[in-house]
């Protein structure tokens, strides 16, 4: 099975001159990503690191990023893919955890306090060595202090060829974009992203001419797949941005000619509302893949009534990999209201809150076992508990219904449910049902804490600019759509930017964090 590191090789030996990844100021080709990952992997060699110890990569998304990853593994050495946006606090746990012997880094802003980070830990007895880069790798040779000293040539071939790393061995640790707490970090070999690229190709027929663009960032397991295994198992150029910004990303797609597009909800969802989607041309654009939470039907649908791509999605997590998929051929029914249905040869079950299989039931916990779940969280046996049934099958944290049809289709997630009075109400189809209103732009619905009814629903909007919206307008609507009152928000707050959290996705825990501060302040 060839490695994503060969892999970059060949098509550097094959094709040189084709695009690798495509951004506004910037091109890199297959020889510019072979030979900048190179120059860092001889970097690695030259400050002693040996084979398999682990080595942090904090970039910002783009180019650089993939060449650091890429470098990483042409070392021989372990991956832990840290978010751009991770603060001081997580940084230190990653690097803790992972006991990680370097760092690669960018030379300007916050990443000046490194130096004092890595006396911290030197303290505590874990060497840290830091790489500085320009971010984006645009000094060639140059870009590492300690390349000048690193093996080139036939040393540095030799060196990669002695400590390449197998399909089957650790590659990669990345925490988990939760929303509340310090992350836990997976465990990935490459093996899982070859069998999940497998999949990808028969659900969306890819080819070396499609063009894809990614707007996950890269350490996280959306934007592993979308940006870093598939295009290079192909050959593919990759469009990347360095930061997300909805009016950049529908001229890019204008701009590059993009047939794939990888996004979570709320970046479509905000590529929708972009004045830009109505003046740019994306007729290239084929298909949209999303994922890693409920898909918002009527905005889902909306989109491609819009763009003319079709919305497909896998279901899964960062631990599992995917569990379901839809395809082109599904009906618009199921592709936007479900998560398709079960992949054969990851063995969906059904689990309920005892650790019962309860598959014959149709509703229960998500779990599967099969080629492209991860090995697991590193160094955490409390959270491996967590993660794994008594019998072995890896748990996803959502609550899923199989229909008579045999699709999947999630309803919230295990902690998403918002229980007034013993009812669970869907945190998620709360949002989706808010979302229909013309004046939102983005909604999260968190439980609001109740002395009577335990929990109550509480909607954070994200306005459509120059809109307004109270509560008792957003209730006369859902009560005008005949939505149950049970799904109506009993609170409205509104926000200018609602945040996210480091994988993309809106954070929740932050939210219901809010929710509780400013209800202690009402409720002496």
């Known amino acids: 099975m060839r490695t994503l590191a060969q892999t970059i090789a060949w098509h550097a030996q094959e094709r040189p001159d084709a695009p690798a990844f495509l951004c506004e100021d910037e091109r890199l080709s297959w020889r510019d990503y072979h030979e900048r990952s190179d120059a860092l992997a001889g970097a690695l060699v030259a400050a002693g690191l040996a084979r398999g110890e682990r080595v942090a990569v904090w970039l910002p998304d783009g180019p650089g990023v993939h060449v650091a990853f890429a470098g990483v593994e042409k070392a021989g050495c372990v991956i832990v893919g840290i978010g751009p946006r991770a603060g001081r606090d997580e940084l230190r746990h990653l690097l803790r955890k992972t006991r990680a012997r370097a760092l690669v880094a960018r030379e300007t802003g916050h990443e000046r306090e490194l130096p004092g980070l890595a006396a911290e830990l030197g303290a505590e007895g874990q060497q840290l060595a830091l790489m500085a880069c320009d971010g984006h790798f645009a000094a060639g040779d140059r870009i590492f202090a300690a390349a000048r000293d690193a093996p080139r040539g036939a040393a540095l071939a030799a060196a990669i060829r002695a400590r390449a790393l197998a399909a089957d061995e650790l590659w990669l640790l990345n925490s988990t974009s939760g929303t509340t707490g310090l992350p836990k970090c997976v465990m990935h070999d490459q093996r899982r992203w070859i069998r999940y690229h497998e999949l990808a190709l028969e659900a969306g027929g890819f080819t070396r001419d499609d063009v894809f663009c990614s707007a996950l960032p890269a350490p996280f397991g959306f934007g592993i797949w979308t940006a870093h295994t598939t295009p290079t198992l192909l050959g593919a150029p990759t469009v990347l941005l360095p930061r997300f910004d909805a009016d950049a990303l529908v001229r890019a797609i204008e ?136 019998d072995g099958w890896m748990l996803t944290g959502d609550i899923g219904e199989l229909d008579a049809d045999g699709y999947l289709r999630i309803v919230g997630r295990v902690a998403d449910f918002i229980i007034r009075g013993g009812k669970n109400i869907s945190g998620a189809l709360v949002e989706e049902l808010v979302a229909s209103h013309p004046a939102v732009a983005l909604c999260a619905a968190v439980a609001m804490p109740d002395p009577v009814f335990g929990e109550r629903v509480c909607a954070y909007v994200e306005l459509v600019p120059g809109a307004s919206l109270d509560l008792a307008g957003l209730r006369a609507h859902l009560d005008a759509r005949g939505v149950s009152r049970e799904y109506w928000p009993e609170r409205l707050e509104l926000s200018g930017s609602l945040p996210r959290a480091s994988g993309g996705k809106l954070a929740k825990g932050a939210l219901r964090q809010d929710i509780r501060d400013k209800l202690a302040k009402e409720r002496p």
């Open 255 to 390: 701009r590059e000619r993009v047939s794939v597009l990888a996004a979570v909800s709320t970046q479509f969802i905000l590529m929708l509302n972009s004045p830009e989607l109505a003046v740019r041309d994306v007729s290239s654009l084929r298909c949209l893949f999303t994922g890693g939470e409920a898909v918002p039907y009527e905005r889902a649908a909306e989109f491609e009534e819009r763009t003319g791509a079709c919305v497909l999605q896998f279901y899964g997590s960062n631990e599992t990999g995917a569990l379901s998929r839809t395809t082109p051929s599904d009906p618009r029914e199921k592709r936007l209201r479900t998560a398709g249905r079960p992949i054969p040869s990851m063995q969906l079950r059904l689990y309920d809150e005892a650790g019962n299989d309860v598959t014959a039931s149709g509703r229960g916990q998500p779990a599967c076992k099969g080629p492209v779940t991860s090995q697991g969280y590193y160094e955490d046996e409390a959270a491996n508990q967590k993660l794994y049934t008594r």
